[in-house]
């Protein structure tokens, strides 16, 4: 068998579309454009990277832009300072703080300094705490951005086994809360394996919807997966390649050959949920410009 490859650049594509769609509409009818504001601690080139395809996506969905960068030398009162100028400034809609942050900055302070109505990640503790309880709030965008995967291939979530590999806050925790909601999209049966798991094949083999987020290259190979699985893989990793003219490239976690002859459908690396992230921070940022989420407060 030779799986059904999920083309997350595709349908990132005709989000960012209808998002477009409907600044313009928003625009027309005499609203500012929705602002995103980054903010960048240090100069992590990865991090810089992130950001500049982030901002360029929001330029091409004519949402506007801007990224402040401070010094790896500053404080967190000097950073906090910075999030609530932003918080209390009303051009801005999203702010969005890359991560992650130098080591001498407690992150979550300064997550939490964040205007949770500006909080376009879904980081927040107040966030992550209405969707735990299933309350309209900030979605993280890679999770968010797999169950518009689901939805838009039809694969069907409901009363399936899902194995999620990897427990951060960022993807394996909020995938957890949305795959396995049963008042809405999900209803999943879920097994959270993270580094501590033991005996990972034990899990992987059972589960018909197979997400990894361990940020580990050949992790999952086709012999621990099940005839027919769901494999979704958020990895991305950077393996040497001297033929590439970067010097790398960039895989995933699964070893896309051997996975590809067992699971009925995979995501690519790259190509496939990353898209997808981007795509879905476009949307929460449209959705915090027109108050969408909280406007019922
Ligand atoms: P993290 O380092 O915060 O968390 C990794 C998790 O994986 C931890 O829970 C850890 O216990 C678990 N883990 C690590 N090795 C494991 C192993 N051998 N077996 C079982 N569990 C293991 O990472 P993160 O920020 O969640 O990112 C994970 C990966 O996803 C990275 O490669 C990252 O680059 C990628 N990522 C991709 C996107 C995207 O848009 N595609 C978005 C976010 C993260």
New binding site residues.
Partial sequence: MSANVIDGKKVAKLIREQVSEDIQYWVSHGQRAPKLQAVIVGNNPASHTYVKAKTKACGEVGIESDTLILPDTVSETQVIEAIEKLNHNDEVDGILLQLPLPGHLPSWNIIEAIDYRKDVDGFHPMNMGRLAVGQPSFRP??PA?IMELFNYYSIATKGKHAVI????????KPMTLMISREDGAGKATVTL?????KD?TRHTINADILIS????PK?ITGPMIKEGAVVID????RVADPDNERGYRLVG?CDFESTQEKANWITP?PG???P??VAMLMKNTLLAAKDAIYQSE
Avoid: E, K, P, R
Wanted: one cysteine or more.
């Fill in positions: 965008c890679t951005g590999i990897g427990a951060s806050n960022i993807v394996g394996c993270h580094q501590y798991t990972l987020a361990a940020g580990t992790l958020v990895g991305i990793n976690d690396v496939g949920v990353g997808m992230t």
